[in-house]
């Protein structure tokens, strides 16, 4: 059987983190388009060349060159019995994209949700920690206001498409959190 889920949640909220240790348990592969970008960055690969200063201004990447590299992606063998999306979709047109690619339904949509306090908190922290090239407080504040006004709506789109969304509180310590996410998947 396979397990085909998206993962949602704000920058900040723990979403890779989680999404990292679910797609484990799960036995299928994590797809993170942030990190897939990253690495075109890194490479210097045409596609590197178009994001860099899209991410780094914490816009979205445009949605024909991210469609296509999930695409490409969902293609590759490791795929063909399910995955955990991370980062993508991040707006309605993406998610239809995706609806007229996929050859089989989606399982479940995660949410992971944290007040927004918390969330600028995590971020400065974790740009201190790591220096990520997109994590000053302005690139924050762009990618928290994206995520409210074109990637939260994703919640209704696909409760009204049928698919289920899992609304986990994602307050608190990893493995608190990770408790919850975990309990979310046999839930009903
Ligand atoms: P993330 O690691 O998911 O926070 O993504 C980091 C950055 O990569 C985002 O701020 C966007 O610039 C870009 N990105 C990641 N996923 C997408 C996507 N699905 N659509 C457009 N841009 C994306």
């Not at 998206?6 to 723990?14: A, V």
């Not at 210097?44 to 201004?57: H, P």
């Amino acid at each position: 059987m396979g397990l085909r889920l998206i993962f949602l949640g704000p920058q900040g909220s723990g979403k890779g983190t989680q999404a990292s240790r679910l797609a484990r348990l799960m036995g299928v592969p994590h797809i993170s388009t942030g990190a897939m970008l990253r690495e075109a960055v890194a490479d210097g690969t045409e596609l590197g060349r178009k994001a860099d200063a899209i991410m780094q201004a914490g816009d979205l990447v445009p949605d024909d060159l991210v469609v296509a590299m999930v695409g490409e992606r969902l293609s590759q063998p490791d795929a063909k019995c399910g995955y955990l999306l991370d980062g993508f979709p991040r707006n309605v047109a993406q998610a239809e994209a995706l609806d007229a690619v996929l050859e089989d339904p989606l399982d479940a949509v995660v949410r992971l949700d944290v007040p927004h306090e918390e969330l600028m908190k995590r971020m400065l922290l974790r740009a201190e920690a790591e220096g990520r090239a997109d994590d000053t407080e302005e690139g924050i504040s762009r990618r928290l206001e994206i995520y409210w006004e074109e990637t939260a709506p994703l919640s209704g789109y696909y409760a009204n498409t049928g698919v289920a969304v899992r609304v986990v509180d994602g307050f608190g310590g990893i493995d608190e959190v990770f408790a919850r996410v975990a309990l979310s998947m046999a839930v009903e």
